[in-house]
């Protein structure tokens, strides 16, 4: 007896099921390799240590994510350092406040979720605290800056995180861990 070439509808619908599913688990593939570093609603805390001319700042922030390539976050610096003037010595601390604003070019640009390359825009409120009778010129006060930056993440959670900026605390480079939960 011979098989019937005819399409029945049982085995129709079978092949448009299994065509479906495929096409479905291709597409689930492909997003989720060009998917951003911080999803959205995610949450990631970074912590670490700045180089400038003026000190050696740390630093603590956190970084929500409310789009796959757009976070904002906050953080928390503080920097001392010491300065010759007139023959005296003075000490100086700043400690900042700010938040910022990146975009992740991960999936513009096709990278994978382990390496998390961004840039954006920081915007905070300074504190410089002298030692008693210094005339120089620091000052508090507001700075907006921007910031562009790198991260390599080891596992689903842990990253090291490499930035440079300008107008904050930790202005030059910074270089810290990151743990995203």
């Known amino acids: 007896m011979r098989k019937s070439k005819f399409i029945t509808p049982g085995n129709f619908r079978k092949k448009i099921l299994s065509f479906l599913l ?6 689930h593939s492909i997003c989720a390799q060009v998917e951003g570093p911080i999803s959205k609603g995610q949450s990631q805390l970074n912590a670490g240590l700045g180089f400038s001319g003026w000190g050696v700042p740390v630093y603590i922030g956190l970084d929500y994510g409310l789009h796959p390539d757009i976070t904002i976050g906050g ?3 503080n920097r001392n350092y010491k300065e010759a003037f007139f023959g005296s010595d003075y000490n100086h601390s700043i400690t900042g406040i700010s938040s910022n604003f990146n975009y992740h070019f991960n999936r513009l640009l096709n990278i994978s979720s382990n390496l998390d390359i961004y840039a954006g825009l920081n915007l905070g409120f300074y504190i410089w605290n ?3 009778g210094y005339q120089g010129s620091g000052s508090s006060g507001l700075g907006l800056g921007a910031q562009i930056g790198g991260r390599y993440y080891f596992n689903n ?3 090291i995180n490499l930035e440079l900026g300008g107008a904050n605390t930790t202005s030059g480079y910074k270089i810290g861990a990151s743990y995203r939960f």
């Open 22 to 27: 495929l096409l479905f688990l291709t597409f």
């Open 75 to 77: 953080e928390l610096s």
């Open 130 to 132: 002298t030692s008693f």
């Open 157 to 159: 959670n842990w990253g």
